[in-house]
């Protein structure tokens, strides 16, 4: 039975949680809103909050400069694809540890984890020179590759707990039905698992897409995403805040518009057990 | 359905994309600073006249330097020209990383690069990277102000005057600081100011045996003065801010005099951004009366090609576009005689129309003020001003910086700062086999 709320508590805790919303929110709108402003407005003291007159320059200056599209196209197929493959090696994966673990299973788990205490930058070198030898370098092929291996260790977690809430007895069941392995994991599990396979599609999409070390240091041209758009705005001898600010919008809209649309679907699988 | 038009889509590009590679094309690794935006409007221009097409990649200033030393330390292979400073061309030119410009053509006239700059970036004797602009550090004040404090600024001012001058200033009443300094930590940053400040008060930071001098009294001298004047007459948490937050300060009219990067003058003039456009007036950077060197650094961004291009002759060819006469004259002619990349040519201002923008003379000035090769007043083992030529030097340079700032910032006291730096400078150096 729920807790019996009042109505000031309730009025309290919207309150508190609007409040921590909007801080949160709060650099996202401010870079929002100094994208319609000019350069000069942007470092005015005191700040600019919504009285200035709105400008779509910066957009348009953006635009003439760089092509968004390119930035844009490449975001999508290296997120897209380093997470889709890493779904499709991490489902077995969790599906093996979940159901049929070995006396080496924690372990694993916690060596796999143990990889993302690794700074970056300690392997770039290897990395680096790995991608010369295979001419990956500056190409989604490899990103996608080496940005599925980094958020690999996130994927096989999220999806061993969301499995380990499902009963085997039903998996069992399939199996005394006569499911094969194939069948028992794409008929039974999947369907069972999907709202948290979809929260864990999500997650990972929004890390690749945010990925901001591999993406640079790993592309030059034809394989840049929108990490490297926005890094190409930032300047140390010169101001020009509206202008990164513009290319920052850009860069995050699609996946703040994203966002906004799964939000149900994002919280209801981090938040919910698979089969409660 | 999406799929398929995802593939056909792909396909596309690809096809696109290798049809184009068919032409010849070099990429070009850069800054996002003004001169270089401008640069990449200009280059249809180049592609017209040599059919070679341009890829740009443009980076943060610190993203681009891990980009491309990985890039060159490992010969990747992703850059044609890289957009380098004095600090790094002779180290990589003396590496064997960089191509020898010493085969540049009659009419792009290497000897009217001036001497300082050619200096800067050669090894050797060798130039290895060609200077887009250059600049040097000046102060810049503010004419009104200066006027109505009824003082006059020298042509050469001491740190002396600078303080008394802040002083006078100063007027928090009306949100306006005296002085305006780089305090921020990083290398290139609050390091480079604080740096030439030490020459300028006799400080250095090696001996001739590679032995660190943070012990010794012209250091305390000249922190204590920073620091003494930024809490003064300097802007709050001034020990977080670097160019552009001071450039952002004094555009707005909020202080009295900012000593730094040349560059600086062609923004703080331009009524477009700045409010004090025209009460701006220059002099060379200061010194402590009797020291004979000044607090003035020098910088170039230059292009350099990476050895083991496979495109060395069409991005030499691009490099003596971008630097030459020629370039500097298609840039007047569009945006105004302010605006040409400065302090990289001699003949540049020896032109009519430049020696009439307000800071063409005291740029020169400064630029040749500044010599790399003798940076202090005692002797050194190493080349540069605002830095130290070796490959271990923006490591700790940015550590030593971050001590000053936390003691700029009240965390802990000068002496301490001190004290660390000279640690942690020992301790590296004697790692390296200094």
Request: aromatic letters at 12%; charged letters at 15%.
């Amino acid at each position: 039975m729920a807790r019996a709320v009042t109505p000031q508590r309730k009025l309290v805790n919207t309150g508190v949680a609007w409040a921590v919303g909007l801080l949160i929110f709060f650099p996202i709108l401010w870079t929002i809103l100094t994208s319609f402003k000019t350069e000069a407005q942007a470092i005015n003291d005191p700040p600019l909050f919504l009285f200035f007159d709105w400008t779509l320059e910066n957009y348009t200056i953006v635009q003439e400069r760089s092509n968004y599209m390119r930035f844009l196209w490449n975001s999508v197929i290296i997120a897209g694809g380093s997470t889709i493959l890493g779904i499709l090696i991490a489902v077995p994966a969790a599906w093996s540890m979940a159901f049929v673990p070995s006396r080496r299973t924690k372990d694993i788990l916690l060596w796999m984890l143990s990889t993302k205490m690794l700074p970056a930058v300690g392997v770039l070198y290897p990395i680096y020179l790995l991608f010369i030898q295979l001419g990956l370098l500056d190409s989604r092929a490899g990103l996608v590759v080496v940005l599925m291996l980094i958020n690999l260790p996130i994927i096989v977690w999220m999806l061993y707990t969301y499995f380990r809430e499902i009963p085997g007895e039903i998996l069992e069941a399939a199996r005394m039905d006569g499911a094969e392995l194939r069948q028992e994991i794409l008929y039974i599990l999947t369907p069972m698992a999907i709202p948290g396979i979809a929260s864990t599609l999500l997650l990972n999409f929004i890390l690749a897409w945010n990925e901001a070390f591999w993406t640079l240091n790993l592309t030059a041209v034809d394989a840049a995403p929108l990490t490297a758009f926005i890094a190409s705005y930032s300047s140390p001898e010169g101001l020009f805040f509206a202008k990164l600010s513009a290319a920052s919008t850009m860069a995050i809209a699609p996946i703040l518009i994203l966002g906004w649309f799964s939000q149900k679907q994002l919280v209801r699988g981090l938040t919910f057990g698979a089969v409660k | 359905m999406f799929l398929k038009n995802a593939l056909r889509a792909a396909t596309a590009l690809t096809l696109v994309s290798a049809a184009a590679a068919q032409a010849q094309t070099i990429t070009i690794a850069t800054v996002n600073n003004g001169d270089m935006i401008r640069m990449q409007g200009y280059t249809d221009q180049f592609t017209e006249q040599t059919g070679i097409e341009v890829e740009w990649v443009t980076l943060e200033e610190n993203v681009l330097r891990q980009r491309v030393t990985t890039d060159i330390t490992t010969k990747g292979g992703q850059f044609d020209i890289m957009t380098i400073g004095m600090y790094e061309t002779p180290i990589w030119g003396a590496n064997g990383w960089l191509v020898p410009l010493d085969d540049l053509s009659a009419e792009y006239d290497v000897d009217d690069i001036l001497p300082a700059m050619r200096n800067g970036l050669s090894h050797d004797g060798t130039l290895y990277a060609a200077p887009f602009y250059g600049e040097s550090s000046m102060v810049m004040y503010r004419t009104d102000l200066m006027e109505a404090a009824g003082l006059e600024m020298p042509q050469a001012p001491t740190w002396e005057f600078i303080r008394e001058a802040a002083a006078a200033m100063d007027d928090p009443e009306n949100d306006i600081n005296g002085i305006c300094l780089r305090g921020k930590a990083g290398w290139g940053e609050g390091g480079a100011f604080i740096t030439v400040t030490g020459n300028s008060f006799g400080a250095r930071w090696f001996d001739e045996n590679w032995t660190a001098q943070f012990d010794q009294p012209e250091w305390s001298e000249a922190l204590n003065f920073y620091v003494n004047l930024m809490n003064d007459y300097g802007p709050e948490g001034y020990a977080t801010n670097g160019f552009n937050e001071n450039l952002s300060l004094f555009q707005q009219g909020k202080c009295g005099m900012w000593i730094d990067a040349t560059v600086a003058a062609s923004f703080v003039t331009n009524p477009d951004d700045s409010t004090v456009a025209d009460h701006v007036g220059f002099a060379l950077a200061p010194n402590k009366d009797g020291v004979e060197k000044r607090a003035n650094w020098l910088w170039a961004w230059a292009l350099a090609i990476p050895a083991g291009t496979q495109q060395e002759d069409a991005a030499k060819q691009f490099i003596e576009w971008a630097t030459s006469k020629d370039y500097i004259e298609l840039v007047a002619e569009n945006e105004g005689w302010a605006n040409v990349p400065p302090g990289a040519r001699t003949s540049l201002y020896e032109t009519p129309e430049y020696q009439e923008v307000p800071f063409a003379q005291m740029t020169l000035d400064s630029i040749n003020a500044a010599d790399p090769t003798d940076p202090t007043v005692d002797p050194v083992p190493y080349v540069g001003i605002q830095f130290v030529a070796i490959p271990e030097f923006a490591g700790i340079a940015t550590l030593v910086s971050q001590e000053f700032s936390a003691a700029y910032a009240g965390q802990q006291s000068i002496e301490e700062a001190l004290e660390k730096a000279q640690a942690i400078t020992t301790e590296e150096m004697e790692a390296a086999g200094y």
